[in-house]
């Protein structure tokens, strides 16, 4: 099974900005692909950014060129890089790996994992 760690949610003011990290462990064979979705209150989950295993990105219509994503190097891990921030980007943010991972009985499996979800309130 996969884990992912979320890190750098928090309040910030509009027009600020923010940094989200997401590091996954587990016994991860490959990672298709790992990326943010964000849920705010009575919305449905919907997607921010997505990095493939081939370094393609893909980002949402509404955060086009105000978000980055970037992995970290060595490790199974994406940042967030988000500017110009308004109060309607209030929402949990969460984090998304899918991955092939090897199971007890030495099963491979291939996988779509969730982090906890971090807090993100742009607020004055």
């Known amino acids: 099974q996969v884990l992912l760690v979320e890190s750098g949610g928090g309040l910030v003011k509009p027009g600020g900005s923010l940094t989200l990290s997401c590091t996954a462990s587990g016994n991860i064979l490959s990672m298709v692909a790992m990326g943010w979705y964000r849920q705010a209150p009575g919305k449905q989950r919907e997607l921010v950014a997505t990095?493939?295993?081939?370094?393609?990105?893909n980002y949402a219509d509404s955060q086009k060129g105000r978000v980055t994503i970037s992995r970290e190097l060595g490790k199974h891990a994406v940042d967030l890089r988000m500017n110009s921030l308004r109060p309607e980007d209030t929402a949990v943010y969460y984090c998304?790996?899918?991955?092939?991972?090897?199971?007890?009985?030495?099963?491979?499996?291939?996988?779509?994992?969730w982090g906890q979800g971090t807090q993100v309130t742009v607020s004055s």
């Open positions: 990095l493939a295993s081939d370094g393609t990105p």
């Open positions: 998304n790996a899918e991955g092939t991972t090897v199971q007890d009985m030495g099963r491979i499996t291939i996988g779509d994992y």
